[in-house]
């Protein structure tokens, strides 16, 4: 049986956790590829954090190896957009010369261009006071079902609180059936519709994001 434990993030985790990224801790669901280029993907959904908030980043290990994390920020006012940390990413790693993420970064443009056209509402981060706090959670299959994840949620919770944070959002896809029942199960409530997701496809199918809101 494995030893699953729940920490505070350590710089030591620092290497370890940018492979759970490069794992592709989402495998499976509907949102797991995105622009495939996973160096950048760190550097928009883990590394900042890691760099900036690190009291805001919580570590789950499997046999003392870590194997998902929770990382937030409390007041995203304060926090690189994630339009900011994406467009950093694509320059630092030069993603336009890139195959797979300029296909993916263009065919992103030309749905936002046709949506616009269309006046189908797009996808885009949540601005308001009463949510000021946001996450990303990500767990590697053999940390989950453990309940590690709960326990991140329960030490992020407790983040917010300390702060003195009004509550806090995420977004996931609407597509993405468990991580919405989940989120549900462990207090979120869902928030506004479901936008397109310009780029994004999923057997098919445009895919839709899930706003989710907690209130401290």
Known sequence: MPLIE????????????????????GEGAPSS????????????????????????????????????????????????????????????????????????FVQAALDAALLRL??????????????????????????????AATRLMELWFERVRSVGSPGCYLQTSAENDRAVAFFERVGFRRYGDNPVVPGMRYAGARMHQQTMVWDA
């Open 6 to 25: 729940v920490r505070p993030y350590d710089v030591a985790d620092r290497a370890e956790l940018v492979e759970v990224v490069f794992e592709a801790a």
């Open 33 to 104: 590829e995105v622009w495939g280029h996973h160096a950048s993907l760190a550097e928009v959904y883990l590394t900042p954090y890691l760099d900036l908030e690190p009291e805001s980043v919580f570590v789950v290990t499997v046999d003392g190896r870590p194997a998902g994390y929770l990382a937030g920020c409390v007041d995203e006012s304060a926090f690189p957009s994630e339009q900011e940390r994406t467009s950093a990413a694509i320059r630092r790693h030069r993603l336009y010369r890139m195959p797979g993420p300029r296909r993916f």
């Open 118 to 147: 269309r006046r189908v509402p797009i996808a885009g981060e949540l601005s308001d006071p009463r949510w000021p706090s946001h996450l990303h959670i990500d767990l590697m299959p053999a940390a989950r079902g453990s309940g």
